[in-house]
């Protein structure tokens, strides 16, 4: 079992940054993709990207647009989602994925198996 915890939302500036953090419990963090969804008020929960278990591969949902950056440390079990340039569209609960199953895209909910209680991004000045 893995527990996946997030941390570092809050309300920030419209043109301002911020890095959401995850820590992932459990031994076997450094052997699994890992991922961000987030779900604005009002719309579907949507896929932001995933980064793979070594950190060299990602992939990026088409509206992040080089604004967001995904990275992890795998001595510290966590992985981190770089927001620069926040928009108000950007207001989301943002949730931490983990162990990709395989069968579905990446960037279906339903391909993963961990998920995190979700921390809210609010993006307004």
């Known amino acids: ?3 996946l915890i997030e941390s570092g939302g809050g309300l920030v500036q419209p043109g301002g940054s911020l890095r959401i953090s995850c820590a992932a ?3 076997t963090f450094s052997n699994k993709n890992m991922g961000w969804f987030r779900q604005a008020p009002g719309k579907e929960r949507e896929f932001v990207g995933s980064i793979s278990p ?3 591969s990602l992939q990026y949902a088409d ?3 080089g604004r967001f950056t995904i990275s992890r440390d ?11 340039t926040l928009k108000t569209e ?3 609960v943002y949730y931490c994925v983990g162990g990709y199953r ?3 895209s990446k960037s279906s909910s339903r391909a993963w198996e961990y998920w995190g209680q979700g921390t809210q991004v609010t ?3």
């Open 123 to 125: 993006v307004s000045s």
């Open 74 to 84: 795998n001595t510290q079990s966590t992985v981190y989602l770089q927001i620069n």
């Open 54 to 56: 070594s950190g060299r």
């Open 102 to 104: 395989g069968g579905d």
């Open 63 to 65: 509206f992040v647009k």
């Open 25 to 27: 419990s459990g031994r």
């Open 1 to 3: 079992q893995v527990q």
């Open 90 to 92: 950007d207001t989301a």
